[in-house]
């Protein structure tokens, strides 16, 4: 999508100001082409992550952005549970409670409490939900992040 015949001759610097100016129509084309990219999609149709388990080492892949995310565990860290769903993974480690979304593919990661024990874990499209005997955590895929709260559940 061009906004000239080089695509550059709408868009002017202003040597003054320091600021680029552009034309009304070359800025909504460019806005345009950016939300009906592939990356600015809200959701990739069907799944896109998937893990691969090796020896110590966890592989995140997302198809949708075809890059892959290896993440070391250490010497005494050992997978207890997981859950994959179309845009998010989680991970339960006997340390940690490790998030992998499509948005940004990158592992994000919690502590896990001493004592604590995990009552549910599920995860569907581009969420997924841990339920401790300590806290109830949600990951989203869409933007990579955890959110908590203390569990009803807890003693």
């Known amino acids: 999508l061009a906004c000239g015949p080089t695509g550059f001759e709408e868009i002017r610097y202003d040597h003054v100001t320091g600021i680029m100016k552009m034309r009304r129509q070359c800025l909504l084309a460019l806005l345009l082409a950016a939300l009906t990219s592939p990356l600015a999609a809200e959701e990739y149709p069907g799944k896109v992550i998937y893990l691969v388990f090796e020896g110590n080492s966890i592989i995140a892949s997302n198809a949708g952005l075809g890059r892959f995310d290896e993440l070391k565990l250490s010497a005494q860290e050992r997978v207890i549970d997981y859950v994959v769903a179309d845009r998010a993974a989680v991970v339960v480690t006997n340390q940690r409670y490790l998030g992998y979304g ?35 955590l949600t990951f989203s895929g869409r933007n990579g992040s955890w959110a908590q709260t203390r569990s009803p559940l807890s003693k």
Request: charge should be positive; aromatic fraction near 6%; avoid cysteine.
């Open 102 to 136: 499509a948005f940004p593919s990158a592992w994000q990661g919690l502590r896990v409490i001493a004592g604590e024990k995990v009552k549910r874990l599920e995860a569907e499209g581009a969420t997924a939900l841990v339920v401790t005997s300590d806290r109830v």
